[in-house]
């Protein structure tokens, strides 16, 4: 069993930043896929960063360039830096990790990310 831990939402004007953390409850980073995922109201949940277990990364067209996914191993933690914050940005954003082995799935509880003015 896996827990996941989100942290760092709020209130931000457009155009400013965020930093999100996912705590882990223990080391996974070695075999599991680690993701950010947010749903907005009345829309599908959907994949926003993916950092592998290799290290390699992956964004949603409409944050490239505007976000960055990370990870600390050693604090069994993953970062979602977001900057350059538009309205659209607005939702709840969740922590998924997936195993690569058995592809069992964990999901966060959620931190609401409202932007705006």
């Known amino acids: 069993q896996v827990q996941l831990v989100e942290s760092g939402g709020g209130l931000v004007q457009p155009g400013g930043s965020l930093r999100l953390s996912c705590e882990a409850s223990r080391n996974i980073f070695s075999i599991y896929t680690m993701a950010w995922y947010r749903q907005a109201p009345g829309k599908q949940r959907e994949s926003v960063a993916v950092i592998t277990s290799g290290g390699s990364t992956n964004y949603a067209d409409s944050v490239k360039g505007r976000f960055t996914i990370s990870r600390d191993n050693a604090k069994n933690t993953v970062y979602l830096q977001m900057n350059s914050l538009k309205p659209e940005d607005t939702a709840v954003y969740f922590c998924?990790?997936?195993?690569?082995?058995?592809?069992?799935?964990?999901w966060g509880q959620g931190t609401q990310v409202t932007v705006s003015s």
């Open positions: 998924h990790a997936r195993n690569q082995l058995s592809n069992y799935n964990y």
